[in-house]
């Protein structure tokens, strides 16, 4: 078995910095298209478990990556808490239902997790199709990010609503925290259960916050998930939290993922020996393939003396050429 | 009159920190509202300085802020150079005709300047209404920001398609850049000439680079444009670039905006003399009247000891009530 991931995530030195890609399974393979177009929409893959598993699969047989993280999101939380989303083709998720009072947020329950069977079956089919092949993944979003979504209802530049939550009723906004973080560590609990060997926790929408708001309303929330489910490693990736970093350089979690704005000599005077993930700029993979190969070996540099897992700064984007994906991991593999 | 902004922005030392609001002519004035819904749009409003010179001195009369910024859009400029921009209500601007292709950008103009003479009138007819009140700010877009606009056509999480370029045609980026920096320069130049005591360039979509991009592609255009338009004082605000705040420090600016995200005492180990702007987190104007004092206090002495012109570290959000915004610039005079 490539255990590489796991030896990277608790601190060993490996022969090379394993790799995998932010949103490796999904629209960059023209076999998951063609999944895709098959269906009703993207709930269905992702609740049908024989489906999520094998677009799980997918990067590793084409990609070669060294881990699969489980087809799924985030926002399966929100929706086993009492609040569903919908996937709008082409302008992402949103929530008919939102939080609004504080009552709405008194009618939320914790999640047990058993809402999520669907996920735990995709783990165990995936783990089977894999046959011990490659590490799997699971993962869950961060409750600031899930906390946006339920106040929001969908993306937004500036989140100034939930925001607005945080400085004018910050009672309210630590009871809804602490209710997503209850059902997050019951979800992920049961991901282990089901197999996963890892986790990362992904804080979308950290970039809106401050070091100030960091330390209140999301470290608490994120240190208690980290040391509640301790028995696989963990991943943090706050994007665009350049503030929070030497919080979450000192969190629970055992590796910390960069996106494409740091630089990990920045960190340097932190400190700290935590295993660091990224960061390539995923518009690099845009360019022609003597540029991509010189930024992938810049971006191995960058993290050299350091324990590292390769990969992008954020999520591939979906209109990116799956040859440029391959290339960027064939280049870490041979490093 | 009022010279406390400039003389904050030259570095000098100042009874108090001059204040002025990103977005205060805007709509969270009533009395803005009242002259946006009498007229057929936004254009009208830039467009028509009789109108362009009401909004713009509303704040003073209203909010009593030290300076008065010129009612405009930053997306003059494409416009001018042959791009013209329509504004979308609740979806914000947009372009009908964007750059796709190198002969796309073959086909721009560099603006004279000349073509935006309704500005010019507007700072005129300001600088009367005003009658040597508080100062006038002129403002325009930083060169990468405009970019992104003319490339992707609109906002965008990612502006994935602008860093596709930076990285798969630096050179038709830097003819791209090179085009808008000197439009930007005449632009300014009128501005000065007709008036504005001191301007400040947004950088709106920095935060989408990295320390190494913005080196090469915004940090020569800002600095030529400082250098050019070196008549008056300058501010810049690069929302987001937290990677770039030593280049920013060191920059031909005399003044550097901070977004809500940074701490100046986080800037201390760049060891700049500059005056810095900013920078209380806009939606912190949400919350109780105690509260909003209280932050703004801390805003002020997180500056304390550096030369300090005082404002929110974003454009203030369109739902804010002004009686808040009133009550930040208040508690700032009263310091």
Known sequence: MNDLLLRAARGEKTERSPVWVMRQAGRILPEYRAIRKSISGFKELVETP????????????????????????ILVIPEAMGLPYQMEEG????????????????????????????????ILLTRKGLNGRVTVIGFAGAPFTIFCYMIEGRGSKTFSEARKWLHANPEASHNLLEKITQSTINYLKLQVEAGVSIYQVFDSWAGVLSAELYKEYCMPYLNRIAQEVSQVPSIVFAKGAHFAMSDLLS??????????????????????????????????LYADDQYV????????????????????GHGVYPDTDWKKVKLFIDTIKAN
Chains 1, 2 share one sequence.
Not at 59 to 65: E, H, N, Q
Not at 256 to 267: E, Q, Y
Not at 293 to 312: C, D, R, Y
């Open 50 to 73: 024989e489906l999520a598993a094998e677009v799980t699969i997918q990067p590793v047989d084409i990609l070669g990556v060294d881990a699969a993280i489980i087809f799924s999101d």
């Open 91 to 122: 302008r992402g998720p949103w929530f008919p239902k939102v939080i609004k009072t504080e009552s709405d947020i008194n009618a939320l329950h914790v999640a047990e997790g058993s809402e999520l069977q669907y996920v735990y079956d995709a």
């Open 251 to 284: 969190s629970n979690f055992n590796a910390v993922g960069l996106d494409w704005t740091l630089n990990p000599a920045d960190l340097a005077h932190i400190g700290s020996k935590k295993t660091l993930q990224g960061n390539m700029d995923p518009t690099v």
């Open 293 to 312: 190969v010189q930024k992938t070996k810049e971006m191995l540099t960058s993290f050299s003396g350091i324990p590292h897992i390769a990969n992008l």
